[in-house]
């Protein structure tokens, strides 16, 4: 809520009419909670992935020799 009166207040002289701020906050805040749950459902469908442990042995040379084999010479 903070963070949306704070862009209110500093959207406020360009506002094409001062009664529309209360719906302005409300957009705000709304999509401000959207993007935080559209955040942690990105981080939940990824979060296996980025827990397993790196490649180790015969997979990291295998990954070492592919990468060195597709720069450029």
Do not use: I, K
């Amino acid at each position: 809520m903070q963070d949306a009166f704070e862009r209110l207040y500093r959207r406020w002289p360009s506002l094409r009419r001062q009664d529309s701020g209360l719906a302005y906050v409300r957009s705000s805040v709304l999509n401000g909670c959207r993007s935080v749950h559209r955040r942690a459902r990105v981080a939940r469908r990824h979060a296996a992935r980025l827990a397993e442990p790196p490649a180790t042995g015969a997979d990291a040379a295998d990954e070492r020799s592919d990468l060195m084999a597709a720069l450029p010479a």
